[in-house]
């Protein structure tokens, strides 16, 4: 990164300290022999093998950079199927042959290490007794120092090599595109591009609330949401936080977090107050798919520990609050090649752009086939809560292309002439303000999937997931496209002429997908319906997609699961539902039982007492008598509630297949306990504050 600037752009970017901590481009320029350096980037760079003789020059260069960044332990960092990171860190110190202490790091252990894999999840694809698991340094994602550690990205697998992590499949679904994509290229005449990466942002919301305020709620330290909670007075009705003044106490936050991921390589560039009161976004430069998610995974790190630092506590929950929106992840994402050509660029005059009309007709036809494993991509209980609630997209996969380039799609497939509509430059309508023009197409926020000039923008992940399966299913289905397009373009004696028929294929095939309208409306879900667009609406539903026989020939196609690998993510996402679901049911178990049902039996006391002192004054008083017995009720329904909700616990436990388990808790259990929330907020709203046993909404959302 900092390596190609100019002398000039070097020591700005050394005046906010930029990937100070990371072993980059120019660490490793300045420490590695010249042909060592460039056997690394060619694997880097171009995906090229790496040469095994390098790993030790590598490993000694990076451990005395590291040493001299502070670091005092190493740690193969890598993505198990939790959603978050895992890593064992090991101190340098070793004992020499000769008896002496000695700081070392070998090129074995920087290329291997293993962890115990029995103790991650595995979906069945190794006993315990056979527990060995590998972690694989990715010398694609840069190394970095963090809390006097040396992080090292590692892809992880079983024993036998199959995928444990988020990261292997990334990086075999990258493979497969850029060789997939460089053959197409190659058709088309290109011979300057070497290879292909798909580029992608993640724009990531999130909220921050008072720390003191979340540790004194169990819900928020155990699930990271609220399962109780009255509707506040305010929430975000009057549009008045979306990208409104940022708090001081937010402020300062978002400067330390932007200076200590910058010092880390990510490039955060975007911040701002989202939608929701308390809550906000984050959207960093682009990169490689791989370095993208690898770096969103730390900057949610790095958020949980700012916040912390801050006296905050970072929520990035689905949906943490009730009445107001929640949180979600945007992937943009495009493919370019390593000579900087956006193959998603429409340039000036997309109507005659065959290049571009062939990529994009693979898309719209890899959506469209593969619209069920986008849809699970971004399955999980957390977002369940979010989406199709109108205020995220619904459950049904659609593209938003808009009409400027469906008019030349359509154009094309009717065989009629397609042209690119001029520029239009804007009139605002005073003289004094610059002019510009207008886009191609309007932005559609209500869009699963919308093209937004140079990439797709997929809006459906929830804040917390990994984004990594969600590009492994764009890469891959893509993949596929590309391969029949490779087909049909062999055996063509006029390119141009067929990517036309290519395109006029696709629109009769796929163009069912695109819809340009508002998606949050009943009658998009009847006309998706109609135009048999799958509506998947709940994560347990998803998960079987992952099982089906088309995605699984998919996946084996394209070398980037094997079927077992299919299973055992299957078995993963029902065992992480099921084991979300019964620790919030518990949660709200002993929350109900220990906390709110005391509480408003207390209250009931208080005020029961009141009465018969009011009473014996001779004073009757009606109206409070009525509210005695309106608490009363709400505290029989609670315990009530308690009782049952402990029984359904135990016959969700029962029940031996997770399958059918999860089916359980997703059509019994869920809703149940929705409704048992209803009643504890409405006793919320009948007690005094200070009476009720943890801070409310109001505390949360506007304490900052
Ligand atoms: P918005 O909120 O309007 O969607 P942001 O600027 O917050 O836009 O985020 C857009 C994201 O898209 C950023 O991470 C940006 O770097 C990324 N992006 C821009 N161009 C590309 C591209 N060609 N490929 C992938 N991502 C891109
Ligand atoms: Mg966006």
């Given at each position: ?12 970017l ?18 590695l022999?010249?042909?060592v350096?460039e ?34 332990h ?9 959603n ?47 527990a ?14 963090r ?13 036998n090599?199959?995928?444990l ?78 990208c ?15 200076e ?132 995220a997209?619904?459950?049904i996969?659609s ?51 919308a ?21 492994v299913?764009?890469?891959?289905a ?12 062999k055996?063509s004696?006029?390119i ?8 006029a ?51 084996t ?24 679901v ?57 315990i ?55 801070p ?9």
């Amino acid at each position: 990164m900092r390596s190609g600037s100019s002398g000039t752009a070097q020591k700005q970017l050394m005046s906010i300290n930029f990937a100070c901590q990371v072993f980059d481009e120019a660490a490793m320029k300045q420490r590695l022999s010249p042909s060592v350096f460039e056997s690394l980037q060619n694997t880097q760079k171009l995906g090229n093998p790496l040469d095994p003789n390098l790993a030790e020059a590598v490993a000694s260069a990076m451990k005395n950079w590291a040493i001299e960044m502070g670091a005092t332990h190493y740690t193969h960092w890598f993505q198990p199927l939790t959603n978050i990171t895992a890593g064992k860190h090991e101190a340098f110190l070793n004992r020499s042959r000769n008896g002496e202490i000695i700081m070392e790091f070998s090129g074995k252990a920087l290329i291997k290490g293993e962890p115990d894999a029995s103790s991650f999840p595995t979906g069945g694809l190794r006993a315990t007794f056979e527990a060995r698991g590998y972690t694989a340094w990715d010398p694609t994602s840069p190394a970095f120092v963090r809390d006097g550690t040396l992080y090292i990205p590692t892809a992880f697998c079983s024993y036998n090599g199959e995928a444990l992590d988020a990261k292997t499949p990334l990086l075999r679904s990258i493979q497969s595109l850029s060789e997939q994509t460089m053959k197409i290229l190659h058709l088309l005449g290109n011979t300057t591009s070497k290879s292909v990466l798909s580029m992608v942002g993640l724009e990531q919301e999130y909220f921050l609330v008072d720390r003191e305020a979340y540790e004194k709620r169990l819900d928020l330290k155990i699930c990271g949401r609220t399962l109780f909670g009255a509707k506040p007075p305010k929430g975000q009705e009057l549009d008045d936080h979306y990208c409104g003044r940022i708090r001081l106490r937010v402020a300062d936050f978002m400067r330390d977090l932007d200076e200590r991921l910058w010092a880390l390589g990510v490039i955060s560039k975007v911040k701002h107050n989202e939608v929701a009161p308390a809550q906000h976004e984050l959207a960093p430069v682009f990169s490689s798919a791989n370095i993208a998610c690898d770096h969103n995974q730390l900057t949610m790190e790095v958020m949980r520990q700012v916040a912390k630092e801050h006296g905050l506590a970072c929520l990035l929950h689905e949906k943490p609050f009730e009445y107001v929106n929640g949180s979600g992840k945007h992937d943009n994402w495009s493919i370019n090649t390593d000579d900087g050509i956006n193959l998603l660029k429409p340039g000036k005059n997309p109507a005659e752009n065959n290049q571009f009309l062939l990529f994009l007709s693979a898309v719209i036809a890899a959506v469209d086939r593969y619209a069920d494993l986008l849809r699970v991509s971004a399955a999980c209980p957390g977002n369940d809560e979010r989406l199709g609630m109108n205020e995220a997209p619904p459950a049904i996969i659609s593209i938003n292309l808009g009409n400027h380039l469906y008019s030349i799609l359509k154009n094309i497939a009717s065989g009629r002439r397609a042209v690119s509509d001029k520029a239009h430059y804007l009139a605002i309508g005073v003289d004094a303000l610059p002019s510009f023009t207008q886009d191609d197409s309007d932005r559609n926020r209500t869009s699963p999937f919308a093209f937004t000039g140079n990439r797709f923008e997929f809006r459906m992940l929830g804040s917390s997931q990994s984004p990594a399966f969600a590009n492994v299913v764009l890469n891959a289905a893509v993949t596929e496209v590309l391969g029949e397009f490779e087909t049909i373009l062999k055996n063509s004696e006029d390119i141009p002429d067929t990517i036309r028929s290519i395109v006029a294929q696709t629109m009769a095939e796929h163009g069912r997908v695109i819809f340009n309208g508002n998606n949050y409306t009943e009658e998009w879900r009847a006309e998706a319906h109609r135009r048999g667009l799958p509506e998947i609406s709940n994560t347990v539903d998803a998960i079987d997609v992952l099982v089906d026989p088309k995605n699984i020939a998919l996946f084996t196609k394209t070398n980037i699961f094997t079927e077992d690998e299919c299973r055992s993510r299957h078995e993963i996402l029902l065992e992480n539902y099921e084991k979300v679901v019964f620790i919030e049911a518990n949660t709200m178990h002993e929350m109900l039982t220990r906390q709110i049902i005391p509480a408003v039996t207390e209250y009931i006391g208080k005020v029961a007492h009141s009465f018969n002192e009011l009473t014996k004054l001779g004073i009757e008083n009606a109206e409070l008598k009525s509210m005695i017995s309106e608490l009363s009720e709400c505290a029989s329904k609670l315990i009530a509630g308690g009782r049952d909700l402990e029984k359904l616990i135990a016959e969700g436990h029962a029940i031996e297949d997770t399958r059918e388990t999860c089916q359980f808790l997703s059509k019994t259990l869920h809703p149940y306990m929705r409704s048992l929330r209803s009643y504890a907020d409405r006793a919320e709203t009948l007690l005094d504050s200070a009476s009720w046993p943890f801070p409310n909404y109001t505390d949360l959302l506007f304490r900052v």
